[in-house]
């Protein structure tokens, strides 16, 4: 595919941007995303969602540091925000995700 004529941007360009992305999304996966899902899940009961902390973090730059700085910590102060802004709303007829995977997951070892 010809992405650099969509965006009107050279090929190196494009392929350097997609590649800062992709890091940016493992470094945040790996980094963030793994401790902070049991952390909030150990605190609230509540799921942690990628989609949203990822849209947080691109908003808030700056919490980048201190959340990092409070999970090497094992601050919970650090993941507060995040359970507020970044996970899913509880909800009794509607699943989220992790909610229907783990219902999934349950049938598949029930049965």
């Known amino acids: 595919m010809s992405f ?3 965006h009107n941007v050279s090929a190196i360009q494009l392929r350097a941007t997609l590649m800062a992305r992709l890091i940016t999304i493992v470094i945040i996966m790996r ?3 793994r401790r902070c899902v049991w ?3 150990q ?3 509540r799921s942690l969602s990628l989609a949203k902390l990822m849209r947080y ?3 808030r730059k700056e919490r980048l540091m201190e959340i990092l ?3 090497v910590k094992d ?3 650090a993941v507060l925000p995040l359970i ?3 996970s899913y709303d509880m909800r009794k007829k509607r699943f989220n995700y992790i909610q229907q995977e783990e219902i999934i997951l349950n049938e598949i070892f029930l049965s």
Request: aromatic share 8%; net charge positive; charged share 15%.
């Open 57 to 59: 973090i691109q908003v």
């Open 4 to 6: 650099e004529i969509i």
């Open 43 to 45: 605190s609230s009961k």
């Open 84 to 86: 507020r802004y970044c």
């Open 39 to 41: 952390i909030i899940a």
């Open 31 to 33: 980094g963030i995303y």
């Open 69 to 71: 700085v409070g999970l």
């Open 75 to 77: 601050s919970k102060q």
